[in-house]
């Protein structure tokens, strides 16, 4: 079994402010993880993926996230907020024989200039 | 440019009518899926298939039907039965097996409104 908990469903930061978004999952399998961002009335786009390669992860838009398996977390960071960031953020897993990608039910990033 | 295409992007749909949402992709991917939105409650999987001419109940099927004819569309269709069908519906899609950790593509998504 796989799930995907997004702690606080909305964050509020300053425009240059530090951004984190905290994502926990549970797998029985050493899963896969995604973060997700998604803007208004569009569908999800993909920031970044963890698939075991580097436990630190690059994504786009100078997001990044750590994959910590001794605390199940997947947390997403970037260490300046602008404006464009505010959107709904999205954390999934796919572990092992799951066709299934399970997703959190989002996170909504709020920026104030 | 590949990717998955979603029709239309507004749909009304009136009381006991059944209206279908059509999904495309051109990414070659084996595996569908179709998620339902409503504000707070994040994604909820409806129905997924892994091949052609197969497919699985997600966790909120009931009012729903899909079918797998081809590799490349997923259409979606909510029955009369389906109670209260307002949301925003996303249709996605992944190549590679359940070990993999490919990327799962979304379309634009559609919304839906009972009028």
């Known amino acids: 079994a796989q799930s995907v908990t997004q702690l606080g469903s909305h964050v509020s930061v300053s425009e240059g402010a530090l951004v984190l978004l905290r994502c926990n999952y549970s797998?029985?399998?050493?899963?896969?993880l995604f973060w997700y961002v998604q803007y208004p009335n569009q569908g999800l786009q993909l920031l970044l993926k963890y698939t075991s390669a580097a436990t630190l992860v690059k994504g786009i838009n100078g997001f990044e996230a750590e994959f910590k398996k001794s605390e199940t977390s997947f947390h997403l960071t970037k260490p300046s907020a602008h404006m464009r960031d505010a959107a709904e953020y999205f954390c999934a897993v796919r572990g092992g024989g799951s066709y299934i990608p399970t997703f959190g039910r989002g996170t909504s990033l709020i920026v104030h200039p | 440019d590949g990717g998955i295409t979603q029709s239309p992007k507004y749909l009304f749909r009136k009381e006991g009518q059944n209206v279908t949402l059509s999904c495309e992709q051109n990414l070659n991917h084996d595996a569908m899926y179709w998620y339902r939105q409503d504000p707070g409650q994040g994604l909820r999987l409806i129905y997924y298939s892994q091949i052609v001419n197969d497919f699985q109940k997600g966790d909120i099927a009931e009012g729903y039907s899909v079918s797998r004819e081809k590799k490349e569309s997923f259409p979606l269709t909510v029955t009369s039965a389906q109670k209260n069908p307002t949301a925003f519906y996303l249709c996605?899609?992944?190549?590679?097996?359940?070990?993999?950790?490919?990327?799962?593509?979304f379309g634009e998504g559609s919304w839906l409104t009972v009028v």
């Open positions: 996605a899609s992944t190549a590679g097996t359940a070990k993999s950790g490919n990327t799962i593509y």
């Open positions: 797998s029985s399998v050493p899963p896969y």
